[in-house]
């Protein structure tokens, strides 16, 4: 490996790991923040420690929507993408629609494309990261057992979702329309294969975003008594992975700005319906209140402006 590379690869990597830092430093402020003192834990009578809010694992719940992810994936993985073939000159622009996705033709940052990956990596794991640092001490491994149950059944749902909608569309990617001489000559530029008509909807965007809006709803439910730090600080920390996730997937030339919007909804969707669809329960098994429409809108916001502050620190840096 030439110093060159190693120097680059570096690079990437302390780009995410810093960003990373930086959303895991605001849970971490929030999480002490929210953290109850020994005098408000005594006022409690401990019932908050000694039984944190949990999501309900019921067979009659879990199993149809884990075999609904199952399914979909199934199926997206049986389908089979129509390519077409790609002159050198490129494709036809006048085939792309909308002019802002049009506008984002040329884009071929092939660094971005690697940093993408790592960020959505972050995404993943930051709602199991969240849900660990706000459960007590002595349920934390089973506190996060138990929501990462839910989590994949929402991760399979929206991946399988987006699969089967890739195959379906068979959208070529913006890089299919550059002329051969301006296209990366990295393989996952290959105009020749299935996987550069599978623009539409971007797995990345609706990976990253199930994982934020998952974090701010299983927060909301968990912690009805947090106050708006908390529940615009943990979607703001999610938002700023999924808006880095998506900025670079359209700056590496992989979408076009409708496909990750698309697939940021179907993320966004499933993160938030799959956990309201189980039961919080809390002290003696009765069920937590769902979130008021305050809390709600101080969710959104924060994940909004988390959004805003991923794309412009991933514009920054490229």
């Known amino acids: 490996m030439s110093e060159r590379v190693f120097e680059r690869r570096a690079s990437r990597i302390g780009a995410v790991l810093r960003s990373a830092a930086l959303c895991m430093a605001v849970t ?102 969240v849900a660990f640092a706000f459960q007590p001490s002595g349920t934390r491994a089973s506190g996060t057992l138990r929501r990462s149950a839910v989590y994949t059944e929402a991760v399979l749902i929206a991946e399988g979702i987006c699969s089967v909608i890739k195959k379906s569309a068979g959208r070529p990617r913006p890089y299919t329309y550059l002329p051969v001489g301006q296209r990366p000559g990295d393989p996952g530029y290959d105009v020749t294969k299935s996987d550069a008509f599978q623009s539409m909807p971007s797995g990345h965007s609706t990976g990253a975003f199930c994982g934020a809006a998952f974090a701010m709803t299983d927060n909301l439910l968990s912690r009805p008594q947090a106050g708006w730090l908390e529940r615009a600080g943990v979607p703001f920390a999610g938002g700023v992975l999924a808006g880095m996730t998506v900025a670079m997937r359209v700056e590496a030339g992989k979408h076009f700005p409708s496909d990750v919007i698309v697939g940021g909804s179907i993320g966004t969707a499933c993160g938030v319906a799959v956990p309201l669809v189980h039961h919080y329960l809390g002290a003696h098994g009765r069920r937590a209140p769902l979130p008021s429409g305050r809390a709600w809108g101080q969710a959104a916001v924060g994940l909004f402006a988390g959004v805003g502050t991923g794309i412009l620190i991933a514009q920054a840096s490229h």
């Open 28 to 129: 971490c402020a929030v999480a002490g923040r929210a953290a109850p003192s020994p005098a408000e834990a005594a006022a409690s009578g401990g019932d908050a420690a000694a039984t944190p809010t949990r999501p309900e694992l019921r067979w009659l719940t879990d199993a149809p929507l884990l075999g609904a992810g199952v399914s979909l994936l199934a199926v997206g993985g049986a389908m089979s993408t129509a390519t077409r073939f790609v002159p050198p000159t490129g494709l036809d622009r006048g085939q792309v629609h909308w002019s802002f996705d049009r506008a984002q033709i040329g884009n071929h940052d092939t660094r971005a494309n690697d940093q993408s990956d790592y960020t959505l990596s972050a995404a993943t794991a930051y709602p199991l990261a």
